[in-house]
């Protein structure tokens, strides 16, 4: 088993910047993609970033050019920098984590972190 643990959340006034941490609780397993998804209650859950290993990234529309994936391999841990943070990115963000273990693709996911931004 892999755990996710997010971190970074909190209150911020719109314009402001937020930066999300994800750590995996393996370091000798090795994620194949990192990504970040969000949810507002009643809402489903919306994708956000995605990165894979060698460091390709896809964002979704509503986020490119503000916010920013990356990760650190050796540390197994994903961050988000969130820059230009508007009211409608307020949510709670999860991690999720797709890894190769003993040959098996499995799908993890954080307990999430609470962003609210405040206009």
């Known amino acids: 088993q892999v755990q996710l643990v997010e971190s970074g959340g909190g209150l911020v006034q719109a314009g402001g910047s937020l930066k999300l941490s994800c750590a995996a609780s393996?370091?000798?397993?090795?994620?194949?993609?990192m990504a970040w998804y969000r949810q507002d209650p009643g809402k489903q859950r919306e994708f956000v970033a995605q990165?894979?290993?060698?460091?390709?990234?896809i964002y979704a529309d509503s986020v490119k050019g503000r916010f920013i994936i990356s990760t650190d391999n050796a540390k197994n841990t994903a961050y988000l920098q969130m820059d230009s943070l508007k009211s409608e990115d307020t949510g709670v963000y999860y991690c999720?984590?797709?890894?190769?273990?003993?040959?098996?693709?499995?799908?993890?996911w954080g307990q999430g972190t609470q962003v609210t931004v405040s206009s």
């Open positions: 999720n984590g797709v890894f190769n273990l003993l040959s098996t693709i499995r799908n993890f």
């Open positions: 393996e370091r000798t397993v090795s994620f194949n993609t």
């Open positions: 990165i894979t290993r060698d460091g390709s990234t």
